[in-house]
């Protein structure tokens, strides 16, 4: 394991925590790029453990929100995040919740875009600053946001994982790590890959037109 | 790539080199980047610590929860009558670590090193020992570079996380960098950096974590002050030619065994230590009232 010096003096973030401040704004800059950077009409933060209770304590309502907007760990606007997403017309809502077997610092995310999408995920944050998303769209995930990553919902079928790779590698996309899982055999199965460099939007069209394949998320490296 | 002190002092070999140059170059590969690249990150790093070290200085930053705040200045105020015990350059960089520590808590700009509830600590002691060195910005740079190694081997084979390993991994781990980067930045030898590593990681061997409500605040900031303290005298040990006996790479170890075995209450749950003191738990209810999570139940000890 290599760990780049960048990760130990670092993030240069707005404080006061990295767990529950620099974390929670890369869960919600998580969301962000799942809803493909729309804008948000409506957001519901679930909380558990830990980030319920010292929520505003540590900023991590501030933080999370501020992610949501795009905005990056080390911007200053973060303190005021709540006030821009009212003047935005983003309605924002607060819950704890216990969501499980799960990190102590954990939150479920709905968000509904102004075109009427919705989207979720769950999203951990481990130490450090540094981030998991755990599930997106009611499907297990795994990403850290360190790359950039792309997340296919397809139909457990031989071949559409050849596919996929196959698609990459035509654009010259390199994959870092890779995962696989399905509900049960033959049923709806998620593929997330990791990349060494973005990945076109093409790709996504591509395998979009595909057999079997329902649903292609890209998600930039957001931490 | 090193995992260890051993081996990066095997990769230093009679070569004349650093601990900064190898963590240096190892960047450059991991990152792909120019040497110029990564020391204009370091410089970009190190604006941001300086600011930080000095904004709490001249006016007293308050921290958002509106408990605490203000040490920062009441230090530097207290430099100007000569009344203080420690030397100059001690006393400064405490005041510079509270004003980072209380920046850090009032929502400001910080660099995490390596974390954010030890951010003061580092950037302390470096500026404060560079000042009395008059140290060029080039040897500042890469003394942060050598702490950055010592907090690599620190992750890789244990953890800074309080919530993991307790304060010992957090204020420990940021002791441990800044007494290895001022060791360099004194002359000292790459070994000598990993001795005043190892003694300052003992010097808190087992140190919980526990702050009140929660918060990154108390006792966080004085615990910033003091890593100053720690990382200075474990310098100048190491300068004297005082060894740890146990290797650093041991110490990390036993660190990480210690940080297992303190019970999740003392590991940033606010469950026990000053937390749970009777004034810790007034100063909570202050805060959050009977319970921010509603006060009706036993999860979090506040409401007892």
Redesign the interface.
């Known amino acids: 394991?290599?760990?780049?010096?960048?990760?130990?003096?670092?993030?240069?973030?707005?404080?006061?925590?990295?767990?529950h401040?620099?974390g929670a704004q890369r869960i919600g800059k998580a969301m962000y790029m799942i809803s493909g950077k729309e804008e948000i009409s409506s957001v519901k933060f679930y909380l558990h453990g830990?980030f319920?209770?010292?929520?505003?304590?540590?900023?991590t309502d501030?933080a999370l929100v501020a992610g949501l907007m795009g905005m990056d760990a080390?911007d200053?606007r973060?303190?005021n995040s709540l006030e821009i997403a009212k003047e935005r017309g983003i309605q924002v809502s607060f819950e704890?919740q216990d969501l499980g077997d799960v990190h102590?610092?954990t939150v479920k995310i709905i968000a509904v875009t102004k075109s009427g999408k919705e989207y979720s995920m769950i999203g951990s944050s481990v130490?450090?600053?540094e981030v998991e998303i755990v599930e997106i769209n009611g499907t297990k995930a795994k990403s850290s946001g360190k790359y950039p990553t792309i997340i296919v919902t397809h139909i457990d079928r031989l071949g559409v994982i050849s596919k996929i790779s196959s698609i990459l590698a035509h654009h010259e996309v390199n994959i870092v790590t890779m995962s696989n899982s399905r509900e049960k055999k033959g049923s709806t199965a998620i593929t997330m890959i990791e990349a060494d460099h973005s990945i076109p939007a093409e790709v996504k069209e591509q395998l979009e037109e595909l057999d079997y394949i329902k649903n292609v998320v890209i998600i930039e490296k957001f931490a | 790539m090193y995992h260890n002190a051993k081996e990066l002092l095997a990769l230093i070999g009679d070569s004349g080199k650093s601990i900064a140059d190898i963590v240096i170059e190892n960047e450059m590969e991991l990152s792909e980047m120019s040497r110029e690249a990564v020391m204009e990150q370091l410089q970009y790093r190190y604006d941001i610590m300086y600011k930080a070290c000095h904004d709490g200085l001249e006016k007293e930053v308050i921290s958002i929860s509106g408990l605490t705040g203000g040490t920062g200045k009441q230090m530097w105020d207290f430099i100007q009558t000569g009344k203080g015990l420690q030397d100059m350059t001690t006393q400064k960089g405490i005041a510079y670590a509270l004003s980072c520590s209380e920046v850090n808590a009032s929502m400001g700009l910080i660099v995490a090193a390596p974390t954010a509830g030890a951010c003061g600590i580092l950037p302390g002691t470096l500026i404060a020992v560079a000042e009395k060195l008059e140290s060029s910005q080039e040897d500042i740079l890469l003394a942060l570079a050598a702490a950055a190694g010592v907090g690599q081997i620190i992750t890789k084979n244990a953890t800074v996380s309080g919530a993991e390993g307790g304060c010992q991994a957090e204020c420990g781990a940021a002791a441990s960098m800044a007494a290895a980067a001022i060791t360099q930045l004194c002359g000292g030898t790459p070994a000598q950096c990993f001795e005043a590593a190892a003694i300052a990681m003992k010097n808190v061997m087992g140190l919980v974590c526990d702050p009140v409500a929660g918060l990154v605040e108390m006792p966080c900031t004085k615990r910033n002050a003091s890593g100053v303290t720690n990382a200075i005298l474990c310098c100048d040990l190491a300068m004297a030619g005082i060894t740890s006996h146990i290797p650093f790479d041991e110490v990390v170890d036993a660190m990480f065994r210690v940080g297992k075995a303190l019970p999740s209450t003392l590991r940033e749950t606010a469950l026990g230590g000053i937390a749970v003191t009777p004034t810790g738990l007034a100063l909570k209810e202050k805060i959050f009232g009977t319970g921010g999570c509603g006060g009706n139940c036993s999860a979090c000890g506040g409401c007892q």
């Not at chain 1, 319920?52 to 900023?59: A, F, K, P, V």
Request: charged fraction near 10%; proline fraction near 10%.
């Open positions: 394991m290599n760990i780049s010096m960048f990760d130990i003096l670092g993030p240069v973030m707005i404080g006061p925590s990295s767990s401040t620099a830990s319920s209770h010292t929520l505003s304590g540590h900023g501030r080390s200053e973060i303190r704890p102590p610092n130490g450090g600053g």
